[in-house]
């Protein structure tokens, strides 16, 4: 059903259901007022609101005391406490829990003129209290049923806790690993980025928003935050036409098409214009051209600082342009709240811009049901029995197990074979923080599990847990700066000689889950602290080695590469972290995760994406001495280990592509076959170039995959329609060209293991 359809049904229905019930009660702190106002759906009330109440809609706090204890007397919090009292606040972030909201929400419901319910939002990123995997982690599955089942049970334990709104999913793409955000999204295609934010909306919305466990999306950051200069956070970002409407859009515009039911612009500057306040991309590409019409709300006070970006001479002008732009809801600059109402009597403002933005936002609050049942979210029985139930548990290891990489297995050093006796070494072996990673402000510190923990249950093999080398020199928070140890070598020697005595070593390093995310940018991608150290240390008297890495982005795993048989992506897991990953190591499940991301040989070689530009230039003369080519001297070009790529405990074999010319597109097959010994899952993906173009395209670009599990000796042949839609490109000014001639189509196990057939379209030849 439309969303047009859908609030006009809600409309007409509110002329019943939107008299908003007050119960007149006594309070310590305060008194009930007045009956409610009687109104007839969002028009009439919109008609009833004074301009005051319209920009108390676009006004949101976040939360600024306990509302279960005394309300707020004096400074910011008592004056926010009058707003709130007054009907000037649309909306509240991080408060969360039952209680909580339910107070807050009495007070705007039960003491306002109008009575309208607050939205109540919150960073559900990849899980409540029960933590998934890292949202790039969970991209590496490839399997969007089970991206969309884990954002589903976020959902559902954020919404038995009160919530109603998650400013997720993050939807930017980047390729460049430096940047500490990239843990948050997809990776770095398009393609790939568009199929997971459609999942993660109808995860987190379901088919009905009004369901009580389903919750708002957010789709961000709107748009180019994943390519910031040099990867550095919150810097600006500079994206031509043919970029931004090839590589950025589309994961936003699938999300629109999916009816997510909220946007949220960014930090960054696009060419000169904070995004904020970039009216291109809001009023004419977001709410113009793809007709989106939902909330589009500011990031954390980026509507003031727009003033600091050099882009307005005070707040007040920074209104003017943000609300002008498209800005509906102004998250915790308080601009609007000061400024708006000014504007509109100078003239500055047309009152139309005020109301579209309130209605926006009203509509939102009908979607949710919250205007017929504005408590609905609030139901402590519900939200005791629905968190980290079993159920939720078993869902969120099997996405850990999926999100897992195999990167290298040579030698079969996995699975582990029984009776061995082998040590576990590393600063993350016993660690049950880090695993959760970064965005998990809801969860309690300390719950993952841990991998010691894990393969502890294992008892066929001799263990030895041995820390190592200490990775933080200082307990861990989200707000600060992680200390990582240089200095203090204790254990090294321990490891090394236990590791002299086993038959086997399983090595757990990486970066610290706050090592990633937001405000963690890294100029170098190798091991953090003393780490390389120790693995050479351990490696120079026991190479047999088993290499677990967790981390929040594609590292440099260059030396690793030459010297370890057996290498793990295993990211930042989540609460069964250490289930999942013996469930691996164990051979109890068969790794089938492909690489979202490319992972590099060097940092110097950042950006790295495997849908580059072909250059001029792009190999070595015949002479090979002669260096005119598009090239380091001191690196190759390639990535260590390409987007796509991932390794299984079975082989596949890939033969008899074939591709019929349909005339206005192409259908390709091709034979897929499990020549191992055991059952295992691949992802079967499709590239494709267009060879001379009007505007130069990639050397490849991913236009279809599928994931297919095969038992050993069996065969599926694979098909894949390739229509206007995926063989067409946007130019620099966003329109639409499909055009004629050659077409390399690639099929395969990754972005560099493709078999390959060129075609030609022909369309002009058939009219």
Known sequence: MGRILILAILTISCIVSCNTPKIIENNKNRVMIHTPIKYDGVESLLKLMTLDEKIGQMNQYSGFWNATGPSPKDGDAAIKYKNLRSGLVGSMLNVRGVKEIKEIQKIAVEETRLGIPLLFGFDVIHGYKTIAPIPIAESASWDMEAIKLSSKIAAKEAAASGLNWTFAPMVDISRDARWGRVMEGAGEDPYLGSKVAVARVKGFQGDDLSDPLTIAACAKHFAGYGFAEAGREYNTTVISGDILHN??????????????????????????????????????????????????????????????????????????????????MDMESYVYEKHLKTLVKEGQVDIELINDAARRILNLKHELGLFKDPYKYCNEERESNVIGSDEILLAIRDMARKSVVLLKNENAGLPIKANKTVAVIGPLVSEKNSPLGSWRIAAKDHTAISVEEGLSQYTDIDWTFLQGVQLTTESTNFVLETKINEVDKTGIQQAVDKAKEVDQVIMVLGEHGYQSGEARSRTKLDLPGLQQELLEAVHAVNPN????????????????????????????????????????????????????????RSVGQMP?????????????????????????????????????????????????????????????????????????????????????????????????FEKNMLKPSESKTITFVLTDKELGFFDNEGNYHVEDGKFDIMVGGSSEKVMNVSVERKTKMLE
């Open 545 to 600: 080695i088993v290499l677990i890495i967790m981390s929040g982005r594609p590292l440099d795993l260059s030396w690793a590469d030459e010297n370890i048989p057996t290498i793990v992506q295993a990211w930042q897991l989540g609460t069964e972290s250490g289930n999942a990953l013996a469930d691996i190591i164990m051979g109890e499940y068969n790794p089938s995760g492909k690489l979202p991301m490319s992972f590099p």
């Open 247 to 328: 590589i950025v859009l589309p994961p936003f515009k699938a999300c629109v098409d999916a009816g997510v039911a909220t946007f949220m612009n960014g930090f960054n500057q696009l060419n000169g214009i904070p995004v904020t306040g970039h009216k291109q991309l809001q009023r004419k590409i977001l709410k113009g051209q793809w007709g989106f019409e939902g909330v589009m709300v500011s990031d954390w006070g980026s509507i003031g600082e727009m003033k600091v970006h050099g882009f307005a001479a005070n707040e007040k002008e920074a209104g003017l342009k943000a609300i002008i732009a498209g800005s509906d």
């Open 608 to 704: 790295l994406y495997y849908n580059h530009q072909s250059t001029g230039r792009p190999t070595q003369d015949a002479n090979p001495d002669l260096v005119f080519w598009s090239h380091y001297i001191d690196e190759k070009n390639t990535a260590l280990y390409p987007f796509g790529h991932g390794e299984s405990y079975t082989n596949f074999e890939y033969s008899n592509l074939k591709v019929t010319n349909t005339g206005t597109g192409f259908t390709a097959t091709i034979d897929l076959t499990n020549t191992g010994d055991v059952a295992g899952e691949e992802v079967t993906q499709l590239y494709i170039r267009d060879v001379s173009a009007s505007l130069a395209r990639p050397v490849k670009e991913l236009k279809g």
